[in-house]
């Protein structure tokens, strides 16, 4: 499963190091969003946090830039963008949003045949965020967690594996777990399903950019789609 050159490489050593990084600095952000908390007095699913956090998700892509360009001394997307058409970005955005839509459909049902399904108030309560804020989360999402777990993270897991579907599987999962914090099963199983649908997506074509578009789409549809506090 591993790869053999993987002992001893300098370039995978930067890379494993680059790992642990990424990781603390995630956890780091978590941490730093509860002191917010508790000093400010703010509700962590309040517009403000959630304003606050999102800054911190641009600036941990901004480390993750520098550590790749100074410590690894090579690019954040190693996998050297492809060139497509307009009709190839609008296949792949109406494609993949439909995919995600009954993948969701799918998940969500299982899950409340299961028993195992639970109603995330956090999550209902984004619907009397602006449209501005909004509009800024979902950016976020489509740019760092796509450029992190796609671009920065499916070609670096590729150098210590032979087979190509691990970076696949591996970056899918870690991006459920990403969503824990979420609270639900829900939210963990759903965006592992759009991780491996955007994982597969980029190992086979090699396009990022299509991607943000397509995970900035999903998430201002869904977040268009809760229930205004107004209504």
């Known amino acids: 499963m591993l790869s053999t050159a993987t002992k001893g490489n300098p370039q995978r050593i930067a890379v494993a190091k680059g790992f642990v990084i990424v990781t603390l600095l995630f956890f780091a952000i978590a941490q730093v969003n509860h002191l917010f908390v508790s000093v400010t007095g703010m509700t962590e699913w309040s517009a403000g946090m959630f304003t606050i956090s999102r800054c911190f998700y641009w600036l941990w892509l901004g480390c993750i830039y ?25 296949a792949s955005v109406f494609g993949i949003i439909f995919t995600l839509g009954i993948g969701n459909v799918a998940i969500t049902y299982a899950l409340y045949f299961a028993g195992l399904y639970k109603t995330n108030e956090a999550v209902l309560g984004l619907g009397q965020f602006s449209l501005l804020l909004k509009i800024f989360i979902s950016l976020t999402a489509g740019i760092v967690e796509e450029l992190v777990m796609r671009g920065y993270l499916m070609p670096r897991l590729q150098l210590f594996f032979r087979k190509s579907y691990w970076p696949v599987i591996i970056s899918s999962i ?10 639900t099963l829900a939210n963990v199983l759903v ?3 759009i991780g491996f649908i955007f994982a597969c997506h980029y190992q086979k074509y090699r396009n990022i950019r299509v991607l943000i ?3 900035f789409a999903w998430d201002m549809i869904s977040l268009l789609m809760l229930p205004h506090g107004g209504e």
Do not use: D, N
């Not at 410590?71 to 190839?88: A, D, N, R, T």
């Not at 870690?174 to 609270?183: Q, S, T, Y």
């Open 66 to 90: 520098l550590y790749v360009t100074r410590v690894e001394q090579q690019p954040l997307l190693l996998w050297p963008e492809k060139s497509y058409g307009v009709g190839f970005y609008l």
């Open 174 to 183: 870690l991006f459920g777990i990403a969503h824990a914090r979420w609270g």
């Open 213 to 215: 578009c397509c995970h």
């Open 191 to 193: 965006p592992m399903f």
